[in-house]
């Protein structure tokens, strides 16, 4: 089991960083919001999580071993691998997807893609008792307390993380922007990897 990396990352994609240690470059699948932290050229250490299959190795990293706890425990759940399991990290945090589970909230569970309302309650149904539920992120969910960082923020960080200019980074967003209010009046929270692939493509045809 390789329960962390560091060293000088030398690539960051839309996905996936690599990351130097000892000499050789580790290819790890990262949700945006972790991609956002590291920097091209600099140290980065990240909490990862070894995915054994007969034809392949795959290495999935995270900001915090909370986040490797979850993405692990979401595995449990019938019908969640671990590209389903980044991808609700990618949606959610580690505290949300705990107060989605606990209060049985599908519609928060739908908002990640890649799962249906049937998908959304056998997860809550088969994860209700594991992933423990934080009493403050319970109190701020019912309150309507702010949330995660914006979709805005965590798009904006991942490009610049990426090597894109701020001012690059300013216009890409400007142009997602329409997809994630259509998203929100939709009564679904963008999701950000989506939202940066869409970026990507947009400064990709400039």
Not at 6 to 22: F, T
Request: one cysteine or more; aromatic letters at 2%; hydrophobic letters at 50%.
């Amino acid at each position: 089991m390789i329960a962390s990396v560091a060293g000088r990352v030398a690539a960051l994609g839309p996905d996936s960083a690599v990351v130097e240690v000892g000499g050789v470059g580790v290819l790890v699948h990262c949700a945006p919001g972790t991609l956002a932290t590291l920097r091209v050229g600099e140290q980065g250490s990240l909490a990862t999580s070894l995915v054994v299959r007969e034809e392949s190795l795959t290495l999935y990293g995270f900001a915090t071993d909370d986040e490797r706890l979850i993405f692990e425990m979401l595995q449990t759940a019938s019908g969640v691998g671990p590209r389903l399991a980044l991808a609700m990290l990618a949606v959610h945090t580690p505290n949300a997807l705990r107060v989605a589970v606990a209060s049985a909230d599908v519609k928060a569970l739908t908002m990640v893609p890649g799962i249906g309302q049937k998908g959304a309650q056998r997860i809550i149904l088969e994860l209700k008792d594991k992933l423990g539920t934080p009493a403050e992120a319970v109190d701020a969910a019912l309150n309507g307390r702010p949330g995660p960082a914006p979709w805005r923020d965590q798009v904006h960080t991942a490009l610049v993380g990426l090597g894109y200019s701020v001012r690059d980074a300013d216009e890409a967003v400007a142009v997602v922007s329409a997809e994630a209010d259509a998203e929100t009046a939709a009564g679904r929270v963008p999701a950000v990897a989506v939202l940066l692939k869409s970026a990507l493509r947009a400064l990709s045809v400039r």
